[in-house]
């Protein structure tokens, strides 16, 4: 099987009227103000934390026809999202992002709902350890000990894992951990927007800096040392860019063209090419960083839960 055969590449351009284009422009505005805000304030990180998970709370609605309940396992807190329609016997595992440093299943909530629905399948998310407090690899290992749980609950053939951004690293670390263990790959991955190099060597970084509305470089580099610390980023369980796919399972990508980590999913996709990883990369147009967590204010957010709904029923 050819490269070209393996992980297609499809551009999706979905703000085609006046009425897809407005709301985006509007959102993208406003991000940019954030970010000049956060640059002018500096939040401590408590404030960040506290302000995502305010959004998160502030944005959700209960869907019709979801349960929501939650687990505690050991010190880790998980919740389920369960379709009343859906089977019970499959599950998506979420891994949320926030740069290793923020980010909650509150914060979070709004979206993964909507991934649920769509999907018609029950996912189960957690929150797993943030930096600094406890850096690599207190959050890879939260994210194994569930994973575990699940192999034994569902098995392999029933789960999907799926992470957006620094959630989206965390899946490859996952699963390249547990290829590391031998234990059995899911049935598929879901990436959006995944932060898979560590060590700041994409060339979007610089190329993308005046068009993404949402990041700088320069805040990049707190984080990185708040999570990485003494470790080498170019681990490949840090920066999984890095590591050796041979065996990964079918792999849907959702990026867009104006987040400065579009290069992170395009040298991935690069490496899957390489080791014969099947599936499919979705470049978005105008698209900025996990676009869809504005669901359901874009309309092109509920298309690109829609696209992940229909991977995710084709594999389990």
């Known amino acids: 099987m050819s490269e070209a055969e393996t992980l297609k590449t499809r551009h999706v351009r979905s703000a085609n009227s006046w009425r897809q284009w407005l709301p985006l422009k509007g959102l993208h505005l406003g991000l940019r103000a954030q970010r000049w805000q956060r640059k002018r304030v500096e939040p401590s990180l408590e404030q960040a934390r506290a302000s995502l998970d305010k959004l998160g709370e502030k944005r959700f609605n209960a869907l019709p026809g979801l349960s929501y309940r939650a687990e505690k ?18 599950v998506i ?3 949320h992002g926030g ?14 709902s909507r991934v649920a629905y769509s999907s018609q ?20 290992d939260d994210a194994l000990q569930v994973y575990r749980v699940l192999l034994e609950r ?5 789960i999907v894992v799926m992470g957006d951004s620094a959630g989206g690293g965390l899946s490859l670390a996952l699963l390249l951990r547990v290829m590391q263990q031998k234990l ?17 060597q994409s060339p979007s970084l610089y190329s993308h800096a005046k068009r993404d509305p ?20 170019s681990n490949s369980l840090i920066s999984p860019v890095f590591g050796d796919f041979i065996g990964f399972p079918p792999t849907f990508i959702q990026v867009g063209t104006e987040e400065i980590l579009i290069d992170d999913s395009l040298r991935l996709v690069k490496a899957l090419n390489r080791d014969q990883v099947v599936g499919e990369l ?32 084709s594999k389990i």
């Not at 998980?78 to 499959?90: A, D, Q, R, Y």
């Not at 399948?121 to 890879?140: M, N």
Request: net charge negative.
């Open 73 to 90: 396992i050991d010190h880790l807190n998980l919740e389920w999202m369960t379709p009343h329609s859906g089977p019970v016997n499959k």
């Open 93 to 95: 595992f979420y891994l």
């Open 99 to 112: 740069g290793y440093c923020l980010g909650s299943i509150q914060a979070y909530r709004p979206m993964m």
């Open 121 to 140: 399948r029950q996912l189960c998310a957690v929150d797993y350890r943030l930096a600094p407090e406890y850096p690599y690899p207190a959050g890879l």
């Open 154 to 158: 569902f098995g392999a053939e029933s």
């Open 184 to 200: 059995e790959q899911p049935a598929g991955l879901v990436l959006l927007s995944p932060w898979t190099d560590l060590t700041l």
């Open 214 to 233: 949402l990041f700088s470089l320069s805040e990049f580099s707190e984080v990185i040392s708040g999570y990485v610390q003494e470790n080498d980023p």
């Open 282 to 313: 979705e470049i978005w147009q105008g698209m900025s960083h996990v676009w869809q967590f504005y669901a359901p204010l874009l309309e092109a957010s509920c298309q690109a839960i829609d696209h992940i709904a229909t991977f995710t029923k």
